[in-house]
């Protein structure tokens, strides 16, 4: 688990790809924001989150499986990080930003998740 990485990963640099394309300038990893969002668009005050669907529990998604082994270990570590995200999101609600979460799943579909974007963005 240490060499799993948590800035940089393929899908983040997808999303900041189809948001740069389409005109939108960001930041990346604000530390002094809960949370730490993957981008922030400061002039949509919006914070993003893209969150894998494996370490996040991404309801009803395929890559969302918890492994045979261990299984009590697993479920308290997953348990802790949906909490810790939904704790993250509060605070940022909280401070006046929008939140808007992005799956790794959905990054499959390029111009699906780019019209989605695209709407909470200017929508």
Known sequence: MARIGGKN?????LVRKLLHASGFRFRLHRKDL???PDILLPRFK???FVHGCFWHRHESCARSTTPQTRQEFWETKFQATVERDAKQQAALLAAGWRVIVV???ETRHKAKLLERLQHELQG
Do not use: D, L, N
């Open 34 to 36: 809960p949370g730490k």
């Open 46 to 48: 919006t914070a993003i």
């Open 103 to 105: 799956w790794e799943c």
């Open 9 to 13: 990963t393929a899908p983040e640099i």
